[in-house]
């Protein structure tokens, strides 16, 4: 990876519907280098997909609740359940299997607290593998973002 693909990336992570004039001015390149480069960082996984962000609260989703959570047992094929339940919930917008206090952290999205409560009866109570969890509920969001250090 070249500083040209560094750069196509950083514009790209800022609006991925910037025109590929654009991005070859921006990069201080040709537009027919544009395009094989982001053909093949399509094509080899560096750039996954391109998608809307969209705004949860004008969606209805007023609830943010950051979750660790501890499971009973270390069989793996429980393991592979929970972390396929977790994947395939809409309602899970991050899941992340951590070393330490916890075994996942995940971020889950709700209309309120009735629809995050029943989330957690529906999740982690019906569920007789989850050992724990605890919720932290977000008040405030001061940065989001997709956008990685590049």
């Known amino acids: 990876m070249d500083e040209i693909d560094r750069k196509l990336l950083r514009v790209l992570q800022q609006n991925a519907k910037t025109s590929i004039q654009e991005l070859a001015d921006r990069a201080g390149t040709s537009t027919a280098s544009v395009q ?18 969209l705004d949860p609260q004008q969606l209805g989703l007023g609830v943010t609740a950051i979750v660790a959570v501890e499971l009973e047992r270390d069989r793996l094929d429980q393991i592979d359940a929970f972390k396929r339940k977790a994947r395939e ?26 629809d995050y409560e029943a989330f957690t009866h529906r999740f982690f109570f ?25």
Do not use: W
């Open 36 to 53: 094989r480069k982001l053909k093949a960082m399509r094509a080899d996984g560096v750039i996954r997909k391109e998608v809307a962000v």
């Open 89 to 114: 919930d809409r309602q899970v917008t991050h899941f992340y299997c951590i070393a330490g206090d916890a075994d996942f952290i995940m971020i889950v999205m709700a209309r309120d607290i009735a």
């Open 126 to 150: 019906a569920d007789k593998n989850v050992r724990k969890f605890r919720t932290s509920i977000v008040v405030s969001t001061e940065k989001t973002t997709l956008e990685l250090p590049i």
